[in-house]
């Protein structure tokens, strides 16, 4: 089996750091935001995550018959993350917001641009490219989220139910990354490792724009 996964976690290293460098993130991790820029990643968590099970069910629907084992661990995904979006907008609800709103209203155009290049990326280029999108919104929730929720929770005083997407999401995604190494040491193809890899800085770039553009105090 090729350790594809380590290759793919040292070619994507300087993007990575970049988007970590990010004040939102910075800020978020420490707990040092508002409600109204907590409520603001929401609505756009809320905008990009109700695409994941359409996005991977377009991602399964163009997987050659050569690559079964592929589809297969698609469907699994999609198991996992049938109905997240929802969560958000109790999320929303309980700072307050409105979630009606929110479920009706339009993304910011940074996540449009990304939830665009996702599905360009799959039926354009290479349906794993999908693959690359889940390495940066998996790892990055492992490596922020529990934390920032934790942080973010003392400091506007709101309770556990408003974090149910932070919180899973930080312990669900440990178990979710094992499965991802696994599956990413499979993809033998150098097309698709290739696209993988490509795909990945590109997702890490346009993740980032949608956290730049967070209003901060």
């Known amino acids: 089996m090729s350790n594809f996964f380590d290759r793919l976690m040292a070619e994507t290293e300087q993007e990575r750091q970049q988007l970590q460098q990010i ?15 907590y409520q603001a990643f929401l609505t756009q968590a809320y905008h990009h995550v109700k695409h994941t099970t359409p996005l991977l069910m377009t991602c399964g629907g163009r997987i050659p018959h050569s690559k079964e084992w592929l589809r297969n661990a698609i469907a699994e995904y999609i198991e996992e993350e049938l109905g997240h979006q929802e969560w958000i907008l109790n999320d929303i609800a309980e700072t307050g917001g409105d979630a009606e709103a929110v479920r009706n209203g339009q993304p910011h155009y940074t996540t449009e641009l990304m939830v665009a290049y996702a599905y360009d990326s799959i039926n354009r280029i290479n349906p794993v490219t999908f693959f690359g999108m889940v390495l940066v919104l998996e790892g990055t929730s492992i490596a922020m989220a529990t934390n920032a929720a934790e942080q973010i929770k003392k400091k506007l005083n709101l309770p556990d139910k408003a974090f149910s997407y932070l919180s899973s999401h930080g312990s669900l995604d440990i ?8 599956l990413m040491n499979q993809v033998t193809d150098p097309d698709d490792q290739n696209a993988i890899i490509h795909a990945a800085r590109m997702f890490y770039k ?7 553009a967070l209003p901060l105090d």
Request: zero cysteines; charged letters at 30%; glycine letters at 14%.
């Open 175 to 182: 178990e979710h990354m094992g499965f991802y190494e696994k």
């Open 23 to 37: 004040e939102a993130l910075q800020r978020g991790s420490k707990g040092d935001i508002s409600l109204a820029t």
């Open 206 to 212: 346009l993740y980032g724009d949608i956290f730049r």
